[in-house]
């Protein structure tokens, strides 16, 4: 399996960080979601090869621009044993362009931008440009999209959003995680399935009816569904079972589990 929707953070910090995300759920949600690895590197490692994870795709967020560098140089350090990390940028930071070039040049195959945590709508001229350019460079866009378990309203990707950016930047690769908005699945079936873009299966199943999950994939078409826990917040396992009892079948289990992710990344 290749999980494309992990998140890890520097050893000194995790403990620290998972609290934080932990009493942000405990805020909006009224109870904290308990994490299923202790958010470092070597945590990962062992979740992947306790529920047979070949890879892991990892998705760091600079929460503000002076974030960044540090968050980019952590993110070159985390490309082995399994791991592929991408890499961020704020969407209001003045040096947008040269970091997203940056990153380009470092042979990075994309980055990860979060609304949510960015309080930025995807469909603002900020992100469209940030959008646009990583269209340019070839760089894959994973995008939070729908409620943030930890933020609180206004929503700032929703599907209807996302489609106007996508109307504004047709070329651009993008991975819609949270099966395209979570907990705004309706509207994602009215805006979203169908379009050209991927959607990754983090955080859904406890969230979504069978039917609609099911419906939605099928309507979508399994070529474009990426596997992805969003570990630490969910378990792989977890995840792959929920997939499982779908009934999908054989060739539409090994497209969502290896091989989409396999020829998004350019890997054998």
């Known amino acids: 399996m290749i999980d494309f929707h992990t998140h890890l953070f520097p050893d000194a910090i995790a403990p620290k960080a998972l609290a934080s995300l932990q009493a942000g759920a405990q805020r909006v949600e009224g109870k904290a979601v308990p994490p299923k690895t202790d958010g470092t590197r070597a945590g ?120 106007r950016a996508l109307d504004s930047v047709p070329r651009v690769c993008v991975v819609a995680a949270h099966l395209g908005g979570w907990r705004m699945w309706d509207r994602v079936e009215r805006c979203l399935v169908g379009r050209d873009l991927y959607l990754d299966t983090a955080f859904v199943v406890d969230d979504i009816a069978p039917e ?16 992805g826990s969003d570990s630490p917040w969910e378990c792989p396992a977890h995840t792959l079972k929920g997939l499982q009892a779908l009934g999908l079948t054989k060739e539409e289990m090994q497209l969502i589990t290896h091989d989409n992710a396999a020829r998004l990344l350019g890997i054998g």
């Open 44 to 163: 990962l490692i062992a979740s992947m090869k306790e529920h047979g994870v070949e890879m892991s795709v990892v998705l760091p967020i600079a929460t503000k621009p002076s974030q960044t560098p540090t968050i980019n140089r952590f993110a070159g350090t985390v490309q082995s044993d399994g791991l592929l990390s991408f890499y961020s940028l704020h969407p209001m930071q003045e040096d947008w362009e040269a970091v997203l070039e940056g990153i380009a040049a470092a042979g990075a195959k994309g980055i990860k931008l979060h609304p949510e945590f960015q309080s930025a709508d995807v469909d603002s001229p900020e992100m469209i440009r940030i959008l646009k350019k990583a269209a340019q460079l070839s760089l894959i866009v994973v995008l939070h999209t729908g409620k943030d378990i930890g933020v609180p309203p206004p929503v700032h990707c929703t599907p209807d959003q996302l489609a």
């Open 212 to 227: 609609q999950y099911l419906r939605i994939i099928r309507n979508h078409g399994a070529h474009r569904i990426l596997f």
